[in-house]
């Protein structure tokens, strides 16, 4: 059963039932106060610290009723009322500390950790793991404008640099592989940032609030992302990841590859001022223009509803009077029942309801006496329908996300001319058993289909590149005996058949071809 204990602190010592409790350090003679959960087994955790000390230290003991409990770890919310504390000494016998602790702690100097401690360390003021692998936290208020991260770090965790506003510089050497979500946000002097060859994921928002930052560059040898004109891509350029905040431009014309914009990819520009959609994007991200004030002309050539003042595809004309490029819309009904979205002769299937169970979609539509190429699936189109079968035409290059999701009945899915597979795109197709991907597949994105195990044959190209996080979770990949890892390195060029029991086996190989960029059809939405 557990107690807590208030133990309070006029100087550095008090008396708690006749038993003297060091329970921190007051440099400025601050009153200060520490409540623990104390545990059965004589261990106690940091619940709450009040009185605001410049400098507190955690002890490794605490007694209470004649008992002596060893403090192990600091839970969430403890310190949110330190919003001085310049410094922190952790004890020797700490354990762990919750999420979220450490990450609005902006006035934090330097953290120090005792000898001994077998989970953590500390150098120079920043907080790392005991082997000096996990790159912690960095304290958001600590002196020097440049700060390399020490050859032994591999991973640099949640939130660790956030905050940092002192930050100009950050020096990342090849042999980090992962950077947290928010790893960077609200460095506001941060004003480039290198992108090393080991880098392998980037999480949610790692430069959100980084107002000066004007480029973000990556190594020629990363297999996983690119930059151009310090923009940040995923590797083949077909999604957006972040644009530099800073940046000084005012005009941008998206690559004809992007076919997504991350959510947040644009927030706070507040500099630009004009955009150009080209005509393969199929997906804007939430907020990914929020706060984008002085964005007020927006040139819209995908099929997207871009609608001026709105909220809608990422808040992109939020602020635009107008919106150059109006797309058309059309509800089908001669009983398939499809909608489209279209532009300057080109569609886009938005939704589908109709009673048909197999679908060999065709390359055109004759949408009121026009005709329409058919070049990309919308976001959540055939969501939750009971179709079994589908077969999309050549002409359609991209899957928008969750565009087929909960379609439990498909079984069959076959494309002749895909480039791009959205997120979550097939997620919840549990029946799903053959896929065919012809030699046009670039990018399959995180999660496109996720917790699928009843595939018994998928086919891979050699021109694969990109397969993203959890794209095949429900599947375990065997070349021999040996389990691989399905990314684009080993799936490239290769076909894999099983018997829908959740592991597939690697048949043969197509081909060795080095995989490069491939073109996208010429056929796309046009500029008006």
Same mark, same amino acid.
């Given at each position: 059963?557990?107690?807590?204990?208030?133990?309070?602190?006029? &100087?550095?010592?008090?008396?708690?039932?006749?038993?003297?409790?060091?329970?921190?350090?007051?440099?400025?003679? /601050?009153?200060?106060?520490?409540?623990?959960?104390?545990?059965?087994?004589?261990?106690?955790?940091?619940?709450?610290?009040?009185?605001?000390?410049?400098?507190?230290?955690? +002890?490794?003991?605490?007694?209470? *009723?004649?008992?002596?409990?060893?403090?192990?770890?600091?839970?969430?919310?403890?310190?949110?009322?330190?919003?001085?504390?310049?410094?922190?000494?952790? +004890?020797?016998?700490?354990?762990? #500390?919750?999420?979220?602790?450490?990450?609005?702690?902006?006035?934090?100097?330097?953290?120090?950790?005792?000898?001994?401690?077998?989970?953590?360390?500390?150098? *120079?003021?920043?907080?790392?793991?005991?082997?000096?692998?996990?790159?912690?936290?960095?304290?958001?208020?600590? @002196?020097?404008?440049?700060?390399?991260?020490?050859?032994?770090?591999?991973?640099?965790?949640?939130?660790?640099?956030?905050?940092?506003?002192?930050?100009?510089?950050?020096?990342?050497?090849?042999?980090?592989?992962?950077?947290?979500?928010? @790893?960077?946000?609200?460095?506001?002097?941060?004003?480039?940032?290198?992108?090393?060859?080991?880098?392998?994921?980037? $999480?949610?928002?790692?430069?959100?609030?980084?107002?000066?930052? /004007?480029?973000?560059?990556?190594?020629?040898?990363?297999?996983?992302?690119?930059? /151009?004109?310090?923009?940040?891509?995923?590797?083949?350029?077909?999604?957006?990841?972040?644009?530099? &905040?800073?940046?000084?431009?005012?005009?941008?014309?998206?690559?004809?590859?992007?076919? /997504?914009?991350?959510?947040?990819?644009?927030?706070?520009?507040?500099?630009?001022?004009? &955009?150009?959609?080209?005509?393969?994007?199929?997906?804007?991200?939430?907020?990914?223009?929020?706060?984008? @004030?002085?964005?007020?002309?927006?040139?819209?050539?995908?099929?997207?509803?871009?609608?001026?003042?709105?909220?809608?595809?990422?808040?992109?004309?939020?602020?635009?009077?107008?919106?150059?490029?109006?797309?058309?819309?059309?509800?089908?009904?001669? $009983?398939?029942?499809?909608?489209?979205?279209?532009?300057?002769? &080109?569609?886009?299937?938005?939704?589908?309801?109709?009673?048909?169970?197999?679908?060999?979609?065709?390359?055109?539509?004759?949408?009121?006496?026009?005709?329409?190429?058919?070049?990309?699936?919308?976001?959540?189109?055939?969501?939750?329908? *009971?179709?079994?079968?589908?077969?999309?035409?050549?002409?359609?290059?991209?899957?928008?996300?969750?565009?087929?999701?909960?379609?439990?009945?498909?079984?069959?899915?076959?494309?002749?001319?895909?480039?791009?597979?959205?997120?979550?795109?097939?997620?919840?197709?549990?029946?799903?058993?053959?896929?065919?991907?012809?030699?046009?597949?670039?990018?399959?994105?995180?999660?496109?289909?996720?917790?699928?195990?009843?595939?018994?044959? #998928?086919?891979?190209?050699?021109?694969?590149?990109?397969?993203?996080?959890?794209?095949?979770?429900?599947?375990?990949?065997?070349?021999?005996?040996?389990?691989?890892?399905?990314?684009?390195?080993?799936?490239?060029?290769?076909?894999?058949?099983?018997?829908?029991?959740?592991?597939?086996?690697?048949?043969?190989?197509?081909?060795?071809?080095?995989?490069?960029?491939? +073109?996208? +059809?010429?056929?796309?939405?046009?500029?008006?």
């Amino acid at each position: 059963m557990e107690r807590k204990l208030l133990a309070i602190l006029a &100087i550095a010592v008090v008396a708690v039932a006749a038993a003297a409790v060091i329970v921190a350090t007051s440099h400025t003679g /601050e009153k200060v106060e520490i409540i623990y959960d104390l545990n059965d087994d004589l261990t106690a955790g940091v619940e709450d610290v009040t009185g605001d000390p410049v400098r507190l230290t955690i +002890p490794s003991q605490t007694v209470s *009723d004649g008992k002596t409990y060893t403090v192990t770890h600091i839970e969430y919310g403890a310190l949110d009322k330190c919003g001085k504390m310049g410094y922190l000494d952790l +004890p020797s016998s700490l354990m762990y #500390i919750e999420d979220g602790v450490l990450d609005s702690r902006y006035s934090l100097k330097g953290i120090d950790v005792a000898e001994g401690n077998e989970f953590y360390s500390s150098v *120079d003021g920043v907080l790392f793991d005991a082997y000096k692998k996990l790159l912690v936290k960095y304290p958001a208020s600590k @002196t020097g404008e440049s700060y390399t991260v020490p050859e032994s770090a591999w991973v640099i965790m949640d939130m660790a640099f956030c905050g940092a506003s002192k930050l100009k510089d950050v020096v990342l050497h090849d042999g980090i592989y992962s950077f947290g979500n928010f @790893t960077f946000k609200d460095c506001t002097s941060l004003r480039s940032v290198t992108i090393p060859e080991s880098l392998s994921t980037i $999480g949610l928002g790692s430069f959100n609030g980084c107002s000066s930052l /004007e480029s973000i560059d990556v190594s020629t040898k990363n297999e996983h992302y690119e930059s /151009e004109d310090g923009i940040l891509y995923q590797i083949g350029g077909y999604r957006l990841l972040q644009y530099p &905040i800073g940046s000084s431009a005012t005009v941008f014309e998206l690559p004809e590859m992007v076919m /997504e914009i991350s959510d947040g990819a644009f927030a706070e520009c507040t500099k630009l001022k004009e &955009i150009t959609l080209n005509g393969n994007l199929i997906w804007i991200g939430a907020k990914a223009f929020e706060g984008c @004030t002085s964005l007020t002309t927006v040139h819209n050539n995908s099929c997207l509803p871009v609608i001026a003042g709105s909220d809608m595809c990422g808040s992109v004309a939020k602020y635009a009077s107008e919106v150059d490029g109006t797309v058309g819309s059309y509800v089908d009904d001669d $009983g398939f029942a499809y909608s489209y979205n279209m532009k300057s002769g &080109i569609a886009q299937i938005t939704g589908y309801r109709g009673d048909a169970k197999d679908l060999s979609i065709e390359a055109d539509v004759d949408i009121e006496d026009d005709k329409y190429e058919i070049n990309s699936i919308g976001m959540m189109a055939f969501l939750g329908t *009971d179709v079994e079968k589908v077969s999309l035409p050549s002409t359609v290059v991209s899957i928008a996300a969750t565009a087929f999701y909960g379609c439990g009945s498909l079984t069959d899915f076959a494309a002749g001319g895909l480039a791009y597979i959205g997120i979550s795109a097939f997620s919840g197709c549990g029946s799903l058993a053959r896929i065919d991907l012809d030699m046009s597949i670039s990018f399959i994105d995180d999660s496109a289909f996720e917790d699928i195990s009843t595939i018994k044959r #998928i086919e891979f190209n050699s021109e694969l590149m990109y397969v993203g996080d959890d794209a095949f979770s429900g599947l375990e990949f065997f070349n021999g005996e040996t389990e691989v890892m399905p990314v684009a390195a080993e799936l490239s060029g290769t076909i894999w058949t099983g018997s829908g029991d959740g592991k597939v086996y690697c048949y043969r190989a197509q081909s060795t071809a080095v995989r490069t960029r491939l +073109p996208l +059809p010429s056929k796309v939405c046009p500029a008006s």
